[in-house]
């Protein structure tokens, strides 16, 4: 799975997210948060954590678009 994760300017550099992240997609450096979205597992703690409602996930899943043609399909085909 790949997901975006952007932070916006509300973000204080509390360094909650760093603490919280199994997968060390953030890092406080010289004041500045560096990330890392790579390494995103879409856990959704972040988001959760985030005092300042900063943090935005967008998961670009491929998969699911090919479940979704499946299952329409799959209710199309009895009409045929
Ligand atoms: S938890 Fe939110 S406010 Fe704190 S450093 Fe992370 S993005 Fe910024
Ligand atoms: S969703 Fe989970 S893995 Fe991804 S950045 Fe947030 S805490 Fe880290």
């Excluded at 500045?32 to 972040?46: H, P």
């Amino acid at each position: 799975m790949k997901v975006e994760v952007k932070v916006n300017n509300n973000c204080n550099l509390c360094g909650l997210c760093e603490e919280t992240c199994p997968t060390n997609v953030f890092q406080i450096v010289n004041q500045k948060l560096i990330i890392n979205e790579n390494n995103c597992i879409y856990c959704r703690g972040c988001e959760a954590i985030c005092p300042q409602k900063a943090i935005k996930l967008k998961a670009l899943d491929e998969g699911l678009e090919i479940t979704i043609t499946q299952t329409l399909t799959t209710l199309i085909t009895p009409l045929k």
